[in-house]
């Protein structure tokens, strides 16, 4: 398999630290921001596959970040991750790429990962 790196964004730090650990377990090489802005910066300095972000965050959002990093890298492939279904059907999430429910689970997270870098 290729190598292929994600981007993790949420602004929950044992969160972040969960999904590293199932992400580079899978051999996916991981950077890792605790809010839109540093993901941003991120994306500017670093090649990344897949953006994998929280929806609900303080300042910008996952939607918005997903809009503004299509920007930055059209070809970029967006996974979503909330705790509130609602809030992601209202934001209209499901049309910048699927959303896993959290609890996040580890099968969960590696299968739609690799689902959406093999597409």
Do not use: C, W
Request: hydrophobic fraction near 50%; proline fraction near 4%.
């Amino acid at each position: 398999m290729a190598h292929f790196t994600i981007l993790f964004v949420d602004d929950d730090t044992s969160v972040r630290d969960v999904v590293i650990r199932i992400l580079s377990q899978k051999g996916f090489g991981v950077l890792t921001a605790g809010d839109a802005y540093e993901a941003i910066r991120i994306l500017a300095e670093r090649p990344v596959d897949l953006i994998f972000t929280d929806i609900i965050m303080p300042g910008m959002d996952g939607v918005q970040l997903a809009k503004q990093a299509k920007l930055m890298r059209p070809s970029l492939k967006v996974l979503f991750a909330t705790g509130y279904a609602q809030k992601a059907i209202e934001r209209d999430t499901i049309r910048h790429g699927p959303v896993l429910l959290k609890p996040l689970r580890a099968d969960e997270i590696i299968r739609e990962v690799e689902r959406l870098l093999a597409a």
